[in-house]
C-alpha cells in the first residue's frame, strides 16, 4: 500500500482506477492484485511482489516454471496482516526473493472461505494452531507442505525471518524434492485420516457430552471478569447462547460475562457495537477491528438474554448494537458490509482512544463527572491514553456519589454525543464494504428476532431490505446464490454456509412477519441447498457445492467458532422446515446432516454446542403454534410479539392465512389448547400452563 495514512481513501481510489487500460500483469505501478474487487486484495496491489489472484493463472505458471507456491491468506480488518505487509510484502529485497523463486497467491479469506478452511485445516495439523495472516507453501498441484502465520522480515528473539526461510525453502524445492513430497503426503494422509475419525462414530450421548460442555465451560469460566479463559479472551456468543438454555446457574455465567464486556473497553462506549476480542482477561485492551458477524450474534444473543430475564439492560444492549450496524455497516444497497478495521493511520485503535486533555478541552465543566464516570486520568489506561469504560452501573454510581441519576445520565449522554461528534472528525478505519451472503444471513436473524420480541418494526423493515438484496443481485438468473457483493456481484458461488445462515435468517423473518413469502423462499433456498450440497448417496453435506472448485482432499473442518457450525445450521433448518411444513423426512436429513462430525462431538463436544442443540431437538418434538386468520393485521402483531417475547423451548410457528379475524392455537406435545385471540388471553394461556417450564 502507498503512505496514505486514510487507507479507505485509498482502496476507493484504486477502486475508481480505469482498469481497461492497464495489461494483465498490471503494469509498472501496480500487480495482478489491481484487478480485485476485495479491498484485501486491493490493498495489496502496488506491492512489488507480483501477487496473483487464485486461478489458473498463477497455478498455469506453477506448473510450467516449476515453482513452489506462496498462498497468504488474509482479510481487510487484520492487523497483523497489515503488519506482515509492511514489513515484508511491500520491501523490495523480500519481493526480489519471491519473484525468483516462487509464484505469490493472495486469498481474501472472506471472499474464499473453502480456502481458508482447507489450509487453516493444514496449519492446524502442522502446528496445533491458525491465525492469520496465514502463509501456505505448496505444490503447482496445490498440495502444502509448510505452513507459517506470522514472520518478520529478519529473525529476531529467536524467532525465524522469513528471509532466511524463503531461502532455505527455495534450497530445498531444488535440492530435495523427495523430502517436499514426503511432508505434502504426510500432511494429506493426516487430513484424510482426521476427516475419517470424525466421522466414523455412532450418535453420541447428548446428556454426556452437554455436561461434558457445561463442566469444561465452568473449569475456564473467569467468575470475576466474565469470559472463558485467559487472554486474549473473545466474547464466544455461541457458548453464551447455549448457557442461557442450560439452566440459572449457567445463564448467570453468560449474564454475567455479556455485563462485564458491555463495562468493558471491548465495547465502544461511545458509538456502540463490540470489537473483535480483548487482549487481557479484563475486557479493558481489545483487538479493534468491530466485525458484522460479532455485532449480529451478540444483538441476538442480548435478545435470548432479555427474553429469558425480562431484564432491560439486555435488551438495551441489543438495540444498542442494532444502532450502531445501522450507522457504521449499512450499505447504500441496504445490505451490510462486513467489517471496520482496527487500524487507522497506521496505528491499531487510534481512532477509539483519548488523552484526558482532549476530553477536558471539549467537555469543558463537564469532563471532571464524565472522567469519574467512565475512569479516564492523565496517566491512561493503555499505552499512556485511555479506552473508555464504564466499569460502574449508573445507578450504583450515582448512589456512591450522591448524584440523581437521571440529570446525571442525561449529562453523561451529552458529553458522550460531544466526544462522538469529536471523533467523527478524526480519519476513519477502513470499512470493508463487501456484502458477504452468510453474515447477512446472522444479521437478518438478529434484526428480524429483535424486532418482534421488541415490537420495532422498523427493525424487521432492515432486515427485509437486506434480504431483499441477498436475494437479487446475489442471485444469478439460474437461482445460485452467489457468496460476496462489492461494486457488483462475485462470480464465487455460495458455499454451504451462505445457504444454511440465509436461509434460517428467512426463517427467522417469516416468523417476525407471518408472511408466508419469507417462507416460500427458504424453501426454495434450503431446495437448493440439498441439491447443491448433499450426497445423496451417504446423506453427508460438503460445505462447498458440488459445482463449485473443489480442495485436495475433504478437511473435517466443520465446527462452532467465531461464528456457527453451518452443519449445525443447516440441520436446524431442516428441523424448524420438517415441522413447519409436516415433513418428517426431512428430520433424517437433519440427522444425516450431523454425520460427518459425530466422532468429534464427543471429543469435543465444546466445539459442537450447535449441533448437541439439534441433536436434543431431534429427539424431542417441538411447541406449535399456529396462526389463523388475517395475518397482516395489528391483532395479528400484537398476538406475534406476545408470543415471541417469551423464551418458550423449541417453538415452530405455523401460519394459516384466511380471510377471518388473528387467532393463535398452541399445541404441546400431547395436547392442544383453545386458540386465543389477544395478548392478553396469550399471556394467561402461557402462566396457566406454564408453558415456560417444559
Same mark, same amino acid.
Given at each position: 500500500?502507498?503512505?496514505?495514512?486514510?487507507?479507505?481513501?485509498?482502496?476507493?481510489?484504486?477502486?475508481?482506477?480505469?482498469?481497461?487500460?492497464?495489461?494483465?500483469?498490471?503494469?509498472?505501478?501496480?500487480?495482478?492484485?489491481?484487478?480485485?474487487?476485495?479491498?484485501?486484495?486491493?490493498? &495489496?496491489?502496488?506491492?512489488?511482489?507480483?501477487?496473483?489472484?487464485?486461478?489458473?493463472?498463477?497455478?498455469?505458471?506453477?506448473?510450467?516454471?516449476?515453482?513452489? *507456491?506462496?498462498?497468504?491468506?488474509?482479510?481487510?480488518?487484520?492487523?497483523?496482516?497489515?503488519?506482515?505487509?509492511?514489513?515484508?510484502?511491500?520491501?523490495?529485497?523480500?519481493?526480489?526473493?519471491?519473484?525468483?523463486?516462487?509464484?505469490?497467491?493472495?486469498?481474501?479469506?472472506?471472499?474464499?472461505?473453502?480456502?481458508?478452511?482447507?489450509?487453516?485445516?493444514?496449519?492446524?495439523?502442522?502446528?496445533?494452531?491458525?491465525?492469520?495472516?496465514?502463509?501456505?507453501?505448496?505444490?503447482?498441484?496445490?498440495?502444502?507442505?509448510?505452513?507459517?502465520?506470522?514472520?518478520?522480515?529478519?529473525?529476531?528473539?529467536?524467532?525465524?525471518?522469513?528471509?532466511?526461510?524463503?531461502?532455505?525453502?527455495?534450497?530445498?524445492?531444488?535440492? &530435495?524434492?523427495?523430502?517436499?513430497?514426503?511432508?505434502?503426503?504426510?500432511?494429506?494422509?493426516?487430513?484424510?485420516?482426521?476427516?475419517?475419525?470424525?466421522?466414523?462414530?455412532?450418535?453420541?450421548?447428548?446428556?454426556?457430552?452437554?455436561?461434558?460442555?457445561?463442566?469444561?465451560?465452568?473449569? *475456564?469460566?473467569?467468575?470475576?471478569?466474565?469470559?472463558?479463559?485467559?487472554?486474549?479472551?473473545?466474547?464466544?456468543?455461541?457458548?453464551?447462547?447455549?448457557?442461557?438454555?442450560?439452566?440459572? +446457574?449457567?445463564?448467570?455465567?453468560?449474564? &454475567?460475562?455479556?455485563?462485564?464486556?458491555?463495562?468493558?473497553? *471491548?465495547?465502544?462506549?461511545?458509538?456502540?457495537?463490540?470489537?473483535?476480542?480483548?487482549?487481557?482477561?479484563?475486557?479493558?485492551?481489545?483487538?479493534?477491528?468491530?466485525?458484522?458477524?460479532?455485532?449480529?450474534?451478540?444483538?441476538?444473543?442480548?435478545?435470548?438474554?432479555?427474553?429469558? %430475564?425480562?431484564?432491560?439492560?439486555?435488551?438495551?444492549?441489543?438495540?444498542?448494537?442494532? $444502532?450502531?450496524?445501522?450507522?457504521?455497516?449499512?450499505? +447504500?444497497?441496504?445490505?451490510?458490509?462486513?467489517?471496520?478495521?482496527?487500524?487507522?493511520?497506521?496505528?491499531? !485503535?487510534?481512532?477509539?482512544?483519548?488523552?484526558?486533555?482532549?476530553?477536558?478541552?471539549?467537555?469543558?465543566?463537564?469532563?471532571?463527572?464524565?472522567?469519574?464516570?467512565?475512569?479516564?486520568?492523565?496517566?491512561?489506561?493503555?499505552?499512556?491514553?485511555?479506552?473508555? +469504560?464504564?466499569?460502574?452501573?449508573?445507578?450504583?454510581?450515582?448512589?456512591?456519589?450522591?448524584?440523581?441519576?437521571?440529570?446525571?445520565?442525561?449529562?453523561?449522554?451529552?458529553?458522550?454525543?460531544?466526544?462522538?461528534?469529536?471523533?467523527?472528525?478524526?480519519?476513519?478505519?477502513?470499512?470493508?464494504?463487501?456484502?458477504?451472503?452468510?453474515?447477512?444471513?446472522?444479521?437478518?436473524?438478529?434484526?428480524?428476532?429483535?424486532?418482534?420480541?421488541?415490537?420495532?418494526?422498523?427493525?424487521?423493515?432492515?432486515?427485509?431490505?437486506?434480504?431483499?438484496?441477498?436475494?437479487?443481485?446475489?442471485?444469478?438468473?439460474?437461482?445460485?446464490?452467489?457468496?460476496?457483493?462489492?461494486?457488483?456481484?462475485?462470480?464465487?458461488?455460495?458455499?454451504?454456509?451462505?445457504?444454511?445462515?440465509?436461509?434460517? !435468517?428467512?426463517?427467522?423473518?417469516?416468523?417476525?412477519?407471518?408472511?408466508?413469502?419469507?417462507?416460500?423462499?427458504?424453501?426454495?433456498?434450503?431446495?437448493?441447498?440439498?441439491?447443491?450440497?448433499?450426497?445423496?448417496?451417504?446423506?453427508?453435506? %460438503?460445505?462447498?457445492?458440488?459445482?463449485?472448485?473443489?480442495?485436495?482432499?475433504?478437511?473435517?473442518?466443520? &465446527?462452532?467458532? $467465531? +461464528?456457527?457450525?453451518?452443519?449445525?445450521? %443447516?440441520?436446524?433448518?431442516?428441523?424448524?422446515?420438517?415441522?413447519?411444513?409436516?415433513?418428517?423426512?426431512?428430520?433424517?436429513?437433519?440427522?444425516?446432516?450431523?454425520?460427518?462430525?459425530?466422532?468429534?462431538?464427543?471429543?469435543?463436544?465444546?466445539?459442537? =454446542?450447535?449441533?448437541?442443540?439439534?441433536?436434543? =431437538?431431534?429427539?424431542?418434538?417441538?411447541?406449535?403454534?399456529?396462526?389463523? !386468520?388475517?395475518?397482516?393485521?395489528?391483532?395479528?402483531?400484537?398476538?406475534?410479539?406476545?408470543?415471541?417475547?417469551?423464551? *418458550?423451548?423449541?417453538?415452530?410457528?405455523?401460519?394459516?392465512?384466511?380471510?377471518?379475524?388473528? %387467532? =393463535?392455537?398452541?399445541? $404441546?406435545?400431547?395436547?392442544?389448547?383453545?386458540? $386465543?385471540?389477544?395478548?392478553?388471553?396469550?399471556?394467561?394461556?402461557?402462566?396457566?400452563?406454564?408453558?415456560?417450564?417444559?
Amino acid at each position: 500500500m502507498n503512505s496514505s495514512l486514510d487507507t479507505a481513501a485509498y482502496v476507493a481510489s484504486l477502486m475508481a482506477i480505469d482498469k481497461t487500460i492497464l495489461p494483465a500483469d498490471g503494469g509498472e505501478r501496480f500487480n495482478r492484485l489491481i484487478f480485485a474487487r476485495s479491498p484485501y486484495l486491493l490493498q &495489496h496491489a502496488e506491492n512489488p511482489v507480483k501477487w496473483y489472484e487464485w486461478g489458473a493463472a498463477a497455478f498455469d505458471r506453477a506448473h510450467s516454471e516449476n515453482l513452489p *507456491i506462496l498462498l497468504s491468506i488474509g482479510y481487510a480488518t487484520c492487523h497483523w496482516c497489515h503488519v506482515m505487509a509492511h514489513e515484508s510484502f511491500e520491501d523490495t529485497e523480500v519481493a526480489a526473493l519471491l519473484s525468483q523463486h516462487f509464484v505469490c497467491i493472495k486469498v481474501d479469506r472472506e471472499e474464499r472461505p473453502d480456502i481458508d478452511d482447507f489450509y487453516m485445516a493444514v496449519a492446524q495439523t502442522l502446528t496445533g494452531s491458525g491465525g492469520w495472516p496465514l502463509n501456505i507453501f505448496m505444490t503447482p498441484d496445490k498440495r502444502p507442505f509448510m505452513a507459517i502465520t506470522y514472520l518478520p522480515k529478519r529473525g529476531r528473539n529467536g524467532m525465524s525471518g522469513l528471509m532466511e526461510l524463503l531461502a532455505n525453502i527455495a534450497t530445498l524445492w531444488r535440492q &530435495h524434492p523427495d523430502k517436499i513430497e514426503n511432508n505434502c503426503r504426510g500432511i494429506m494422509e493426516a487430513l484424510e485420516g482426521a476427516r475419517k475419525q470424525a466421522g466414523n462414530e455412532c450418535a453420541p450421548d447428548i446428556a454426556a457430552a452437554a455436561e461434558k460442555s457445561l463442566q469444561t465451560l465452568k473449569r *475456564i469460566y473467569d467468575p470475576k471478569n466474565g469470559g472463558f479463559g485467559s487472554a486474549p479472551k473473545f466474547p464466544m456468543p455461541i457458548y453464551l447462547s447455549w448457557l442461557i438454555g442450560q439452566g440459572s +446457574t449457567a445463564c448467570e455465567m453468560a449474564l &454475567h460475562t455479556l455485563r462485564k464486556m458491555r463495562a468493558g473497553g *471491548i465495547w465502544d462506549q461511545l458509538g456502540g457495537g463490540l470489537h473483535r476480542y480483548s487482549v487481557d482477561r479484563i475486557w479493558l485492551a481489545p483487538h479493534f477491528e468491530k466485525m458484522l458477524y460479532d455485532q449480529a450474534m451478540l444483538a441476538y444473543v442480548t435478545i435470548e438474554a432479555y427474553k429469558t %430475564t425480562g431484564d432491560l439492560q439486555y435488551r438495551t444492549i441489543s438495540e444498542e448494537i442494532l $444502532v450502531f450496524v445501522e450507522q457504521e455497516l449499512l450499505s +447504500t444497497e441496504g445490505a451490510f458490509c462486513s467489517a471496520l478495521d482496527a487500524d487507522s493511520e497506521g496505528v491499531e !485503535g487510534k481512532f477509539y482512544v483519548w488523552d484526558k486533555s482532549e476530553i477536558d478541552s471539549c467537555l469543558g465543566p463537564d469532563a471532571e463527572l464524565f472522567c469519574r464516570f467512565h475512569e479516564v486520568t492523565a496517566d491512561g489506561n493503555f499505552e499512556g491514553q485511555t479506552i473508555l +469504560t464504564a466499569p460502574a452501573a449508573l445507578d450504583e454510581f450515582c448512589l456512591r456519589h450522591g448524584l440523581n441519576f437521571e440529570e446525571t445520565g442525561k449529562l453523561l449522554e451529552r458529553c458522550r454525543a460531544a466526544l462522538l461528534e469529536r471523533r467523527k472528525q478524526r480519519i476513519r478505519p477502513l470499512r470493508d464494504d463487501k456484502i458477504i451472503t452468510s453474515w447477512n444471513g446472522l444479521m437478518i436473524s438478529a434484526l428480524a428476532t429483535a424486532g418482534i420480541v421488541c415490537n420495532k418494526p422498523e427493525y424487521i423493515g432492515s432486515a427485509v431490505r437486506a434480504a431483499s438484496f441477498i436475494l437479487g443481485p446475489l442471485r444469478r438468473a439460474d437461482g445460485r446464490l452467489l457468496r460476496s457483493y462489492l461494486h457488483g456481484a462475485s462470480d464465487i458461488p455460495a458455499f454451504l454456509e451462505d445457504y444454511a445462515f440465509l436461509t434460517e !435468517g428467512l426463517l427467522d423473518l417469516y416468523e417476525a412477519t407471518l408472511d408466508r413469502t419469507w417462507l416460500n423462499e427458504a424453501r426454495t433456498i434450503a431446495g437448493d441447498l440439498l441439491r447443491l450440497f448433499r450426497d445423496p448417496d451417504s446423506g453427508e453435506f %460438503t460445505l462447498t457445492g458440488h459445482d463449485a472448485e473443489q480442495m485436495p482432499t475433504r478437511v473435517s473442518s466443520d &465446527h462452532d467458532g $467465531v +461464528t456457527p457450525s453451518a452443519l449445525a445450521r %443447516t440441520a436446524h433448518l431442516l428441523y424448524r422446515l420438517a415441522w413447519i411444513d409436516d415433513k418428517p423426512e426431512l428430520l433424517e436429513t437433519a440427522r444425516e446432516a450431523l454425520n460427518g462430525i459425530l466422532g468429534d462431538i464427543m471429543h469435543n463436544p465444546l466445539g459442537h =454446542l450447535g449441533a448437541l442443540q439439534v441433536l436434543a =431437538l431431534l429427539d424431542s418434538e417441538p411447541v406449535i403454534a399456529t396462526f389463523a !386468520g388475517e395475518i397482516g393485521t395489528p391483532q395479528a402483531m400484537a398476538l406475534n410479539s406476545a408470543l415471541h417475547k417469551h423464551a *418458550i423451548k423449541n417453538l415452530i410457528v405455523r401460519c394459516e392465512n384466511r380471510p377471518t379475524p388473528a %387467532t =393463535l392455537s398452541l399445541c $404441546v406435545p400431547g395436547t392442544c389448547y383453545p386458540a $386465543v385471540s389477544t395478548a392478553d388471553e396469550l399471556e394467561r394461556l402461557i402462566i396457566d400452563t406454564h408453558l415456560l417450564e417444559l
